[in-house]
């Protein structure tokens, strides 16, 4: 497994080669993620049909939605460790961990237990088809009891990577996925050993795997002594300190607040998809999955330019920071757009993969693709934009402009154009929504006083989640950094 690192210089060297390097290990944690709910999609899709993948997609949208309330809280920790890890003063980064570390665990305890009580109440407010009701039920009952774990997971994996090592986290993501995947069929079916718990042993593969991933990287991390771990005197740090905690909170509630708008805007889509029956929601849950592979690349150079950004605005090397977006920029057309074209080429093979060639849902996700997906490309440039300029500190431009183009835009045009266009408005509201963020992202980038903001020290910079709501947010941020006293 390879050794935590410290912190890496990203203000010297060639920008587009240490921009494409330093992204290399986030997106590969990211396909991994997302390469663990697409397995986990064909084994549900095959063994149980249907309504069983319908289940599981309405539940990944509810835990999508709680581990984005956490995100902010979670980024928020991870940048004021990265800032004092950048400055030298590990004593102060492992009183955020022990703060930090005390109040994330207990919302995510929180968000468990109430989640377990009111799991019906969830489902039927989200609209879940009755066929797929009691399967969503019996799945998102065992998620929720995973949900702590995962949180914990998450949370170690960033707070390493602020300090500036991403192969650990990702050797333990590929730990977690490969317990899931290889365990998901033997409790569907009960092959083996094994007993046949359906859709629920799907839900139960996930639990093991996160919970053997999460002891796992905390023994290695104490058992090699890393400078971030409390041991000894240091646990009296998991006593949450008043300030540190005011301030992770302060700052972290608007990244919170994106991931809330982009999950509750997933949730009304899927809410409307819903009204269809399981055969149209099982293809957009299937189309879905696909896109969360597709704005992988973008999502993982918006980290690597908010890294890259941060550290030379906090090293007042301005001068690079144009360069900086625009190879993040020019990374994103390629990577993106290849995979859009790829996507167009070879959708009835890939889409196959999931459900039975003999399936209407298919040629309905067929359909889904070709209206939305090419969308994704401007999404990506948005992402960079993003990146960017909460390089400098601002954070609210950000979270406005996903509430307009996402929440509004997006929704608004799927719900009142269903009369015009019938299920097409649904489809096409994701390049409504994509086309109205770049235009706006880009009017903020080109006039707006991100340039302005003051930053303290170098830090690095917040990531984003696919805005298809299919997909666990903190993983797909790298390093985050923002924070300055005061934003426009």
Known sequence: MAKPSRTRDLTSGPIARTLLIFALPVLGANVLQSLNGSINAIWVGRFLGESALT????????????????????MAATILVAQSVGAHDLPEARRIVGTSATFFLAISVLFAVCGWIWVDAILTLLGTPADALPLARSYLRIIFLAVPVMNLLAFVMTVLRGAGDSRTPFVFMALAVFLDVVLNPLLIDG????????IAGSATSTLIGQTVSAVSILALLYARRHPLRLAGEDLALLRPDATLLRLVVVKGVPMGLQMIVISAAALTVMGLVNTYGSQVAA????????????QMPALAVGAAVSSMAAQNVGAGRWDRIGRITAAGVGFNLVLTGVLVVALYLFDRAVLGLFLTGDSAAIDIAI???NAASWSFILFGITIVLFATVRATGAVMPPLIILVISVLLVRTTFAYALRSVLGQDALWWSFPAGSITSLLLAAAYYRF??????????SRPAAGLAPDTGFGMPRERANLAGEMSSAEP
């Open 55 to 74: 289940a599981t997609s309405n539940a990944n949208l509810v835990l999508f939605l709680i581990l984005g309330t956490v995100f902010g809280i979670g």
């Open 191 to 198: 092959i083996g050993p094994f007993p046949k718990m359906g």
């Open 283 to 294: 293809a957009y849950g299937i189309a879905a999955q696909l896109w969360t592979y597709v």
């Open 367 to 369: 359909h889904i693709n």
């Open 448 to 457: 707006g006083n991100w340039r302005n903001l003051h930053m303290i020290e």
